[in-house]
């Protein structure tokens, strides 16, 4: 009896060992890839001169354990095991909450305002915006800021304990959104809203496992800005509604872009996300606009739902003033223009209304050079 389980124990090791080299050779399971920004090293040819520097050892090191059979299997579950055991994230930014909340740092930080940048610095780049936007105005051109919901104000009581012991200081979101108020800065507080919301929708508009507002949080957002819009710029707009919504626990898009990247075999946390039939009224008899969006990944969600072909003529989003998305660069081409690359003023110039959208830990270089840059050719030095 003894003996027959020492083989068995023996024959099962050596499956173990020699299943990932039979699926490597053979493939004959198709393994679900892993999540996440990675790079899986290449292959290289031999020769004598790379084999006496150690450079082909090295790089062929690095391809074949990419290509170990079953390895995105074996990183879900060691994934798994750790954060069972452990609670531990295989996710360099990742921050584990109460009730299974995920976190970025920098939401924490933007939060309890470690990222503050100074009432001046605020005070400066208020007043440039403010300047740019009256001679926008004089030019027909309409100049909106716009603060995106942040994860710390909807959800704070579920922050890592961690932080419990930590007063928060001034933000530069709270500091923005009043000095703005004062200026007369044509703004749009969706951080406001939200928490307006919380209690009061049924479905879940910002989920405990993703960064950015829900789907259906990002509809809501659609609408309260297109009517926002409307009465700016006078002009009427194509309004998005919604008849049916699918309401299920297999999160779509980016509403679990937190729990994604750790490739864990189970659901970190259970919620019921919705995701509305999106549809336009009156888009055929309103005279659509030009537009510019100008923000961060808060932006992707009305990209993903096709927010800006239904109520724009024609639009541009600059990610980040940097990257260009249009109807002719779809989001994540390579091959995507950069703004430094055009006349990125003269398309100011052209368009209806530019829309400036940032959530607060972007706050600490909104704009992220288009309003410096905007001042400086409306108002030259010298």
Known sequence: MEDRIKKGLLFFIFIILIAPLSEQCLNYIDSAPVNGAYIISPDTDFSVDSWWNGRFQAVKTKYLNDQTGFRPDLIRLNNQVDFSLFEKLHYFYGKLGK????????YIDAYYGFDFIGQEKILETSMKLKKIQDTLQKLGKSLVLAQAPCKGWYYPTLIPDLYKDRSRGITNLESYTRIADSLGICQF???TLF???KEQSQDLIYAKQGIHWTMFGAALAADSLINFL????????PHIYWTKVDRVV??????????????LIFPMTSEKLSYPEIHFRNEDSCKKQKAIYIGDSFLCQWYYMGLFDHINSDWQIWFRFKTVCSPKYPYGDPNALQVKDMDWMNEVKNSDYIVILYTASGLSNLGNGFIEKSYDYFYPKG
């Open 195 to 197: 928490l307006r919301l």
């Open 250 to 263: 297999n999160a779509r898009f980016t509403d679990n872009d937190l729990s994604k990247p750790l490739n």
């Open 230 to 237: 409307e009465r700016n710029r006078k002009q009427p707009m």
């Open 189 to 191: 507080d969706f951080n």
């Open 99 to 106: 009730e299974g909340c995920l976190w970025d740092r920098v």
